[in-house]
């Protein structure tokens, strides 16, 4: 069974992306090579761009079942309407209309069961597509790429979560950033989760939501500090004061951060290689405890 984790953030720009791809380089080199990068941010996947001798091999389309209501068979009774969670339904009897809001309907199946006509039909409607990226070193890249106009990222996020590799030692999930229902789907059932976090009043704000979610999930997490250097000491105090582990401090850089601009990762700074390695030898303590306290 794959060692599952999950790399989150209360707000965007911590250095969410920056943790993840480094990670996986880094598990590839020290770890295994049965690893996979999972991007569920699925709004705006950028991992790829960091993986340049990742080339896509495979797309596959990500459909959900959307209910339509079939004219012939309706009766108007309405029950569907009072059935549905999501408003995704309308049903006005005097005119003899009835429609589903695809942008709406969540795919519950409520619907079906309420309609005592048979006039509930269920068709796929296309949602995203899950991006396969490989090479010759690791299990490879998967990414979700939500369609324009959809607003259904936690069902992408799921369905994508269920094409990672079952062969793989370790999977990464790249979560989206916040605290809102797609974070909630990527961090599901993950071993362990790294809360990337930067030293500013807006980092600990979100920091802090981060943590109660987390918490309430009751998964297993610890911090790293991106940008160390930068703002205040607040941070540090909060996570001493509420006993949360520090996973590591990544220094802020200019030299880095340009470098991240043009979609490249830093691979000399030994500040970063050491960091990387504490972390790692970290969670493979954990996955090794996990495999030993399974096979007794």
């Not at 995203?128 to 090479?135: L, V």
Request: net charge negative; hydrophobic share 40%.
């Amino acid at each position: 069974m794959s060692f599952k984790i999950a790399i989150a953030s209360g707000k965007g720009g911590t250095g969410k992306t920056t943790v993840s791809v480094n990670l996986f380089k880094w598990i590839i080199q020290h770890w295994t090579e049965k690893v996979q990068l999972v991007d569920c941010d699925v709004e705006e996947p950028n991992d790829h761009i960091f993986l340049p001798e990742y080339l896509i091999s495979k797309a596959q389309e990500i459909v959900q079942l959307i209910p339509k209501i079939d004219l012939n068979n309706c009766t108007f009774c309405r029950k569907c309407v009072e059935w549905c969670e999501f408003n995704a339904i309308v049903v006005i009897p005097p005119a003899q209309f009835a429609e589903v809001n695809n942008s709406l309907c969540h795919s519950c199946g409520a619907c079906l069961i309420a309609c005592e006509d048979n006039a509930m039909i269920e068709y796929p409607h296309p949602i995203g597509k899950a991006n396969f990226y490989t090479n010759n070193s690791s299990l490879g890249l998967l990414e979700g790429e939500l369609k324009i106009g959809s607003s259904m990222q936690t069902m992408l996020i799921g369905e994508l979560k269920k094409l990672a590799n079952p062969e793989a030692e370790i999977i990464i999930f790249d979560s989206p950033p916040g605290t809102s229902c797609p974070v909630v789907e990527s961090v599901a059932d993950s071993d362990f989760v790294i809360l990337v976090t930067e030293p500013t009043p807006f980092g600990l704000h979100d920091l802090k939501l981060t943590v109660d979610l987390i918490r309430e999930l009751k998964i297993n997490f610890g911090v790293i500090v991106n940008k160390a250097g930068l703002g205040t000491d607040n941070i540090y105090d909060y996570l001493k004061k509420e006993k949360i582990e520090l996973l590591g401090k990544i220094p802020f850089s200019k030299e880095y951060a340009s470098m991240y601009a043009r979609g490249q990762l830093s691979t000399s700074n030994e500040i970063f290689t050491e960091q990387y390695n504490l972390i790692g030898e970290v969670l493979k303590e954990m996955s090794q405890g996990k495999n030993e306290s399974r096979s007794e």
